[in-house]
């Protein structure tokens, strides 16, 4: 049962874990070639440089619109992310100079470092043993090692929904005003980092109130949203201040929204409709016409949306994430063609070790809400980060990067399902 092995002391497993963890991703990003600079990366670097050097929030994906040809603006306010990934970089940047290498390295070790909380997490809900096989599907995970090398949100804001979760969880059995608090700033956080963490949060808030249906839980989640509102404000107020406008976090849905429901895989900036729509607008008046006409769009052929993203669903899921590391980065047909047999059994193992641990996770994770053994609201706060970040993504554009955050909680119940190999070291 997980309740016994609440109050033991961790495992020398454990820490064998996450030394691996450490040594496999700075060995990757340190020693391993790694990709070039992506369009966002390129977004993401400019603002932090531009936070880093005093000139405040500007650049990025701000500065730029889809008109084609564009024309970057690197003085424009950015409109098009939160605060904390900027500001993440800026820190590095202020410390280190403008070195990719330091915010590789960083995100090394944030990476490795919250398989600490994630331990905890799981050993309440899953048991010991579930949850030293975690963090050693963690710390192997391709993926995960693979984005430490990116200048991308994927790995602080993976490592951000696992403190988040756990804060809550130790909110939930410790009752204080100090965790419920400490919760709402990490929501808040976790909210500007990623705008699509707000569905994740809002959804662990009614589980919250299901969990414990009680005055004491309303007052406690009134201490949360008192919380949250306190670290969120000083940026909605600089969004209103900058746009007049309210503003939570950014404006990133209208172009989201609009490339779903056209079902691309990326831009095409040679679209007669897409460059009409956004001739002569700014950033924020691009976002406002195209969600417009995407709703528009939608409530005209709502069969047709439904069916466009239930085609593109699949790429949420099928991937191997091996066309973001250099050397196996094209096709498998392009591979095949070459003659390179080596590299697209590679790129095989990668897409089937995923698939199948993504297969493993979600049985489990029925399972396991299915199990009278284990606390059915425990279970669904590890389930919620995988429900509501695939349903974001089942009715918005879905690419394969964006699966990341919840994969330690599907890797969560597939370490359940395996629990029994891990039982001798979890002792």
Same mark, same amino acid.
């Not at 900027?86 to 919250?114: C, D, K, M, N």
């Not at 949360?224 to 746009?243: G, S």
């Not at 009278?372 to 706060?381: I, Q, Y």
């Given at each position: 049962?997980? !309740?016994?092995?609440? !109050?033991?002391?961790?495992?020398?497993?454990?820490?064998?874990?996450?030394?691996?963890?450490?040594?496999?991703?700075? =060995?990757?990003?340190?020693?391993?070639?790694?990709?070039?600079?992506?369009? $966002?990366?390129?977004?993401? $670097? /400019?603002?932090?440089?531009?936070?880093?050097?005093?000139?405040?929030?500007?650049?990025?994906?701000?500065? !730029?619109?889809?008109?084609?040809?564009?024309?970057? $603006?690197?003085?424009?306010?950015?409109?098009?992310?939160?605060?904390?990934?900027?500001?993440?970089?800026?820190?590095?940047?202020?410390?280190?100079?403008?070195?990719?290498?330091?915010?590789?390295?960083?995100?090394?070790?944030?990476?490795?470092?919250?398989?600490?909380?994630?331990?905890?997490?799981?050993?309440?809900?899953?048991?010991?043993?579930?949850?030293?096989?975690?963090?050693?599907?963690?710390?192997?995970?391709?993926?995960?090692?693979?984005?430490?090398?990116?200048?991308?949100?994927?790995?602080?804001? &993976?490592?951000?929904?696992? =403190?988040?979760?756990?804060?809550?969880?130790?909110?939930?059995?410790?009752?204080?005003?100090?965790?419920?608090?400490?919760?709402?700033?990490?929501?808040?956080?976790?909210?500007?980092? @990623?705008? /699509?963490?707000?569905?994740?949060?809002?959804?662990?808030?009614?589980?919250?109130?299901?969990?414990?249906?009680?005055? @004491?839980?309303?007052?406690?989640?009134?201490?949360?949203?008192?919380?949250?509102?306190?670290?969120? &404000?000083?940026? &909605?107020?600089?969004?209103?201040?900058?746009?007049?406008?309210?503003?939570?976090?950014?404006?990133? $849905?209208? !172009?989201?929204?609009?490339?779903?429901?056209?079902?691309?895989?990326?831009?095409?900036?040679?679209?007669?409709?897409?460059?009409?729509?956004?001739?002569?607008?700014?950033?924020?008046?691009?976002?406002?016409?195209?969600?417009?006409?995407?709703?528009?769009?939608?409530?005209?052929?709502?069969?047709? +949306?439904?069916?466009? @993203?239930?085609?593109?669903?699949?790429?949420?899921?099928?991937?191997?994430?091996?066309?973001?590391?250099?050397?196996?980065?094209?096709?498998?047909?392009?591979?095949?063609?070459?003659?390179?047999?080596?590299?697209?059994?590679?790129?095989?193992?990668?897409?089937?070790?995923?698939?199948?641990?993504?297969?493993?996770?979600?049985?489990?994770?029925?399972?396991?809400? &299915?199990?009278?053994?284990?606390?059915?609201?425990?279970?669904?706060?590890?389930?919620?980060?995988?429900?509501?970040?695939?349903?974001?993504?089942?009715?918005? +554009?879905? #690419?394969?990067?964006?699966?990341?955050?919840?994969?330690? +909680?599907?890797?969560?119940?597939?370490?359940?399902?395996? @629990?029994? #190999? +891990? /039982?001798?070291?979890?002792?």
């Amino acid at each position: 049962m997980p !309740d016994a092995s609440r !109050d033991a002391s961790w495992p020398t497993a454990f820490w064998a874990v996450l030394a691996l963890a450490i040594a496999l991703r700075l =060995a990757y990003v340190l020693l391993y070639p790694q990709m070039p600079m992506c369009p $966002d990366c390129q977004a993401y $670097d /400019e603002v932090g440089r531009h936070l880093a050097e005093g000139r405040g929030f500007v650049g990025g994906f701000g500065g !730029d619109t889809l008109f084609w040809p564009q024309v970057h $603006d690197p003085d424009a306010p950015e409109i098009g992310i939160g605060p904390v990934y900027p500001t993440f970089l800026a820190a590095i940047y202020r410390v280190f100079g403008h070195e990719f290498r330091w915010v590789r390295v960083a995100q090394a070790l944030i990476t490795s470092l919250a398989i600490i909380p994630l331990f905890a997490l799981v050993d309440r809900v899953l048991g010991r043993a579930a949850a030293l096989g975690t963090c050693v599907l963690v710390a192997l995970y391709p993926a995960f090692i693979v984005y430490s090398g990116f200048v991308l949100t994927e790995s602080l804001s &993976t490592a951000m929904l696992i =403190a988040t979760m756990w804060t809550l969880q130790r909110a939930w059995t410790r009752g204080t005003p100090m965790w419920w608090a400490f919760t709402g700033v990490m929501m808040a956080l976790a909210a500007l980092l @990623r705008a /699509e963490f707000v569905v994740v949060l809002g959804a662990a808030a009614l589980l919250t109130l299901w969990r414990q249906p009680t005055r @004491r839980t309303v007052m406690a989640l009134v201490l949360v949203t008192a919380a949250a509102a306190a670290t969120m &404000t000083p940026w &909605t107020i600089r969004n209103y201040r900058l746009f007049h406008r309210f503003i939570l976090v950014s404006a990133h $849905d209208g !172009d989201t929204l609009w490339i779903s429901v056209k079902g691309w895989r990326e831009w095409r900036f040679g679209d007669p409709e897409l460059q009409n729509l956004v001739r002569g607008l700014s950033y924020l008046e691009e976002s406002d016409a195209l969600k417009g006409a995407a709703l528009r769009e939608i409530a005209d052929r709502p069969l047709r +949306f439904a069916w466009t @993203r239930l085609k593109r669903f699949p790429d949420l899921w099928l991937t191997g994430h091996s066309s973001n590391v250099t050397g196996v980065t094209d096709s498998f047909q392009t591979y095949w063609r070459r003659g390179a047999y080596g590299v697209v059994g590679v790129k095989g193992v990668l897409l089937a070790l995923n698939v199948g641990l993504i297969g493993l996770g979600l049985v489990g994770g029925f399972r396991a809400v &299915t199990s009278a053994a284990l606390s059915r609201p425990d279970v669904l706060l590890l389930a919620t980060p995988i429900v509501c970040i695939a349903t974001v993504h089942l009715v918005l +554009f879905a #690419a394969p990067r964006y699966q990341i955050p919840m994969m330690p +909680f599907v890797l969560a119940f597939a370490a359940w399902m395996g @629990r029994g #190999a +891990f /039982e001798g070291a979890a002792r």
